[in-house]
């Protein structure tokens, strides 16, 4: 396994991309304007073209023939104030760091980078979580390799617009893009491909997940406007009684948490080459859908003493995937990774998850079910 996850590691470039997007004023949050990202949009014929050619048979061409490598990993915190890992949090990543290179590196950020405000959380309460992370931190996300971060979750707006803002300034201090909000497209150029973050959750927010013609359009704009496009999603139930991908909406505490399998499979219909998920807190597993990998939880990633920890709740990994610069899977990597002591990302010895994916994937979706070899290297079903 660390054989071909190295293999992977060698092939990868480090492009560094950061677009700058506005800051969201107090109240409500608005859409993202188109004007407000860095990356001009291209115009209107060349978008159409773009579109139509991704549609058909893909012209050769040196962004067709281009291999770019992607890491995703799911929840990430890195600690809520006052209970912050030692020294700053400066080798939180340490244990994982070598195995989060890629041109696109992509995690969920739940909670805020921010100090002060009015937390969500009443005083007093007892069954309600904010998550505070001094904005410092981003500088560990982006030395651990970091270029994306997801802001599409149930903890994005814990300490409301100020809080959100603060998160903002301080990924962007650090080179680092950001998507999820409404309307909000990420960019990276990577040689000569183009790529496309787009994040979804069933929160006001973020970019609705429960919109699923809305999410369509969003994808397909995307998709005029870069060769590959990735979708990440946080939804589904939480918990260890819910590592199943279920048919139909999923609920918890009383919370429509979307119907998971309908939006990855529109939004692979709209042109995303590749959909990670997060959210439940626990693995599931992976299907294959137009030629497209979709992975329906990457589990909980770094949280120091925020999470319920133990078993499935401990057990994560990191998703490495090379794809073509048409958008076609090349080869893919599930690294091992397992969630330490209080919290801390760490490589797995017993490398867990891999079979628990093996398993759910052929449980759930059997002949499109990804197949998970004991090396961790993930393959089409036959």
């Given at each position: 396994?660390?054989l071909?996850?190295?293999v ?11 677009f ?6 107090d ?7 188109a004007?407000?990202r ?15 050619s991704?549609?058909q ?15 995703a ?12 890992p ?15 290179s ?9 909670g ?7 937390s ?6 007892t ?7 001094p ?5 560990w ?8 971060m997801?802001?599409a ?7 409301g617009?100020?809080g959100q803002?603060q998160t903002?300034?301080?990924l962007?201090?650090h ?10 497209i990420?960019?990276?150029?990577v040689?000569?491909?183009k ?7 069933p929160?006001?927010?973020a ?8 999410a369509?359009k969003?994808v ?5 406007e870069?060769?590959v496009v ?6 589904g139930?939480?918990g ?15 919370e429509?948490?979307g119907?998971v399998v ?27 859908y137009?030629?497209?990998l979709?992975a ?12 319920a ?11 490495r995937?090379s794809?073509?610069?048409d ?13 330490a ?8 010895p ?7 994916v ?5 449980a ?6 990804a197949r ?6 993930i393959g089409?079903?036959?």
């Amino acid at each position: 396994m660390r054989l071909a996850a190295l293999v992977l590691r060698a092939g990868a470039v480090v492009a560094a991309a950061a677009f700058v997007f506005s800051l969201l004023v107090d109240g409500a949050p608005a859409p993202v304007a188109a004007e407000a990202r860095t990356v001009a949009t291209q115009p209107a014929a060349k978008a159409k073209a773009r579109a139509a050619s991704k549609a058909q048979k893909p012209a050769r061409s040196a962004a067709a023939d281009s291999v770019i490598t992607i890491a995703a990993v799911g929840d990430i915190v890195m600690g809520s104030t006052p209970n912050l890992p030692p020294d700053g949090g400066r080798a939180f990543f340490d244990g994982v760091a070598a195995d989060l290179s890629g041109d696109v590196v992509l995690g969920n950020l739940e909670g805020t980078l921010s100090t002060g405000g009015s937390s969500k959380c009443g005083s007093g309460s007892t069954n309600c979580f904010a998550f505070q992370t001094p904005p410092s931190y981003a500088k560990w996300l982006k030395g651990a390799g970091f270029t994306v971060m997801n802001l599409a979750n149930n903890h994005a707006f814990d300490f409301g617009a100020s809080g959100q803002a603060q998160t903002l300034t301080a990924l962007r201090k650090h080179g680092l893009a950001t998507t999820g909000r409404p309307g909000e497209i990420a960019f990276q150029q990577v040689g000569d491909v183009k790529v496309a973050i787009v994040g979804f959750a069933p929160y006001p927010w973020a970019q609705r997940l429960t919109d699923i013609q809305a999410a369509r359009k969003l994808v397909r704009k995307a998709a005029t406007e870069a060769d590959v496009v990735i979708a990440t999603m946080h939804a589904g139930a939480e918990g260890t009684a819910y590592t199943h991908t279920r048919r139909g909406t999923e609920t918890y505490l009383g919370e429509n948490r979307g119907n998971v399998v309908a939006f990855a499979h529109a939004v692979v219909e709209a042109g995303a080459d590749l959909v990670v998920g997060h959210g439940p807190h626990v693995l599931r597993g992976m299907e294959w859908y137009r030629g497209r990998l979709i992975a329906y939880s990457l589990g909980n990633f770094a949280g120091y003493r925020v999470f319920a920890l133990g078993g499935p709740l401990s057990t994560s990994g990191i998703l490495r995937v090379s794809l073509r610069g048409d958008g076609t899977y090349e080869s893919g990597l599930l690294v091992p990774t397992r969630l330490a002591g209080v919290g801390t990302p760490a490589l797995d010895p017993a490398e867990a998850a891999h079979g628990i994916v093996r398993q759910l994937s052929r449980a759930d979706f059997g002949a499109r079910g990804a197949r998970i070899a004991a090396t961790g290297a993930i393959g089409r079903s036959t």
